[in-house]
């Protein structure tokens, strides 16, 4: 299974961004996918999940700025984000549950200047 991720970039702050990330070669439908970030200098974190149900959950820091959704035709998981501001800039990863294995994305940049 791979994950390819893209949509990210150079933002000013209070721009917007969109994610995408690609699940396959699986025949299954992932369960849970997600995004996750890791800024220099600090620890990978959850930005937000999205189950194959649909529920979502955020980090607190995100929360009415970064919208999750996803595809479960395409296996594809996206993430909308607006407002953004400098402390979003990492470096972005997909991750997909497939109920036992998991897998990650190779991430992709995000840069949010002030």
């Known amino acids: 299974v791979q994950l390819q991720a893209s949509g990210g970039g150079l933002v000013q702050a209070g721009g917007s961004l969109r994610l995408s990330c690609a699940a396959s070669?699986?025949?299954?439908?992932?369960?849970?996918m997600g995004w996750y970030r890791q800024a220099p200098g600090k620890q990978r974190e959850l930005v937000a999940t999205i189950s194959r149900g649909g529920s979502t959950n955020y980090a607190d820091s995100v929360k009415g700025r970064f919208t999750i959704s996803r595809d479960n035709d395409r296996y594809t998981v996206y993430l909308q984000m607006n407002s953004l501001k400098p402390e979003d800039t990492a470096v972005y990863y997909c991750?997909?549950?497939?109920?036992?294995?998991?897998?990650w994305g190779q991430g992709t940049l995000v840069t949010v200047s002030s």
């Open positions: 070669g699986s025949i299954f439908s992932p369960n849970a």
């Open positions: 991750h997909a549950d497939f109920a036992g294995p998991d897998y």
